[in-house]
Structure formats: structure tokens, C-alpha cells
């Protein structure tokens, strides 16, 4: 099937600390795959996607490589600020034209000065 | 800001009414999607239109509804509410035809008394 599955919250560290979120998901074809980020109180904005196997995204300092070999899309950034404190989605959509996109349960992130 | 409008932001009402949620997609896009966010079930899609013709249903319930007007904006239409109704309604845009990036709006917080 298609789902997504996300490293449980939550998260907290210091300003500057390095950040992983663990993201995998089943491996049925080739999903476009998506981080989308939920600050406190307002709707989800797209982060970065990779659409393909090995592509890189990136935004903001957030990197996300797909691996096909791990089914794998986790989240990193080497510095994390204060500002960066919300709720982290990872998300699919499946190969083949359906636009529901599915996503993880989200991870909350808290940085601490 | 993503260009996608909700109406209201907050809505409370009793069990058993019927509400109506109001979406206005980014200026260009023809497609809309509705999704839902409560504690239990995570992010769930409910359902897609695209230039006024249901393309996509996922999650939702029957005593759920929605339509996209001429003018493409959207309403869902909530009835016989019930407490476990209570979430936030996301809806998305995007130009659809294959595009894969989904712009979500502030969302309408319902709250089921």
C-alpha cells in the first residue's frame, strides 16, 4: 500500500544542534516525496520534494535525498535556529497520476536558545 | 502567505448541524483539495476537484460533501455532526494536470460541542 512513516516526536534540542527526521515509506513504484512544515497556528507549507530516485531537495538549510535503496526521505539540517520550532510532515504522492497526497503523523521539533 | 483562502477560520457548533466550509484556490489553479487533521488520525485527504469535476475520494465520510463552483472556489459541506468530527479542514491547490506541488491554506478549525 502507500503510507508513510515518521520517527515519533517530540523532538527538542539547543540552537545550533544538527537535525535528522526519519522518514521511510513502502516501496509501490516510484512516489514523488514531499517534507512539508506546520508552524503554530497555520496551515502546512511545502518544504522540498524529490521526485525521483537520488534527487536531492533543499530550502531554508533542509536537505532530503531519496533512496530508493532504503525507501528512505529523512530531514537534515546542520544548524537549527529557534524559528525553525513547528511540526515537520513527510508526505508521498503514489507513482501514476493520483494526487492524494498521504502523509506521516509529523514530528514537532521545539528549539531551545 | 500560499494564495489559498479559507472561510471561516473558526467554526463551533452542536451536534447534528450542518456547517459549511469555504475555499478560495490560488489565482490560476484548477484543482482543490480538501484534507483532514485531528489527533487521532493524522493528515487524511478527503477528496479532489478539478475545474469543477470530482477527480479523487479518499477518507470521507457520506454525510460529507463537497463541489467546486464555475468560479473554482470550493465548499465542503459538513452534516449530522458528530463530537468526533471536530479537526482542522485543510483545503490545497494546485494547477493540477500532473503538477505535483499542493499549496494549503490557513485552514478552518471546526469544533463540535
Known amino acids: 500500500g502507500n503510507s508513510v512513516t515518521q520517527m515519533e516526536g517530540p523532538v527538542t534540542l539547543s540552537e545550533e544542534a544538527f537535525l535528522t527526521i526519519n522518514c521511510t515509506y513502502t516501496a509501490t513504484g516510484y512516489p514523488s516525496l514531499f517534507w512539508y512544515v506546520q508552524y503554530p497556528g497555520e496551515g502546512l507549507q511545502l518544504l522540498l520534494k524529490?521526485?525521483?530516485?537520488?534527487d536531492k531537495g533543499s530550502n531554508k538549510g533542509f536537505e532530503a535525498t531519496y533512496r530508493k535503496e532504503t525507501t528512505s526521505f529523512h530531514l537534515e539540517k546542520g544548524s537549527v535556529q529557534v524559528s525553525d520550532s513547528a511540526v515537520y510532515f513527510c508526505a508521498r504522492l503514489p507513482q501514476g497520476g493520483s494526487e492524494k497526497l498521504v502523509f506521516g503523523k509529523g514530528t514537532k521539533l521545539t528549539v531551545n536558545p | 502567505d500560499s494564495g489559498v483562502t479559507q472561510t471561516p477560520k473558526h467554526l463551533i457548533t452542536a451536534t447534528g448541524q450542518r456547517v459549511t466550509l469555504r475555499c478560495s484556490p490560488r489565482?490560476?489553479?484548477?484543482?482543490v483539495y480538501w484534507y483532514q487533521q485531528s489527533l487521532d488520525q493524522g493528515l487524511q485527504f478527503l477528496i479532489q476537484y478539478y475545474n469543477g469535476e470530482e477527480r479523487a475520494k479518499g477518507n470521507i465520510l457520506e454525510r460529507f460533501s463537497a463541489q467546486q463552483f464555475p468560479d473554482l472556489h470550493s465548499e465542503l459541506n459538513l452534516s449530522s455532526l458528530e463530537l468526533g468530527d471536530s479537526a482542522l479542514y485543510f483545503c490545497a491547490s494546485s494547477t493540477g494536470g500532473g503538477n505535483y506541488e499542493q499549496y494549503f491554506g490557513p485552514g478552518t478549525r471546526l469544533t463540535v460541542t
Open positions: 524529490a521526485t525521483k530516485a537520488d
Open positions: 489565482s490560476g489553479d484548477l484543482s
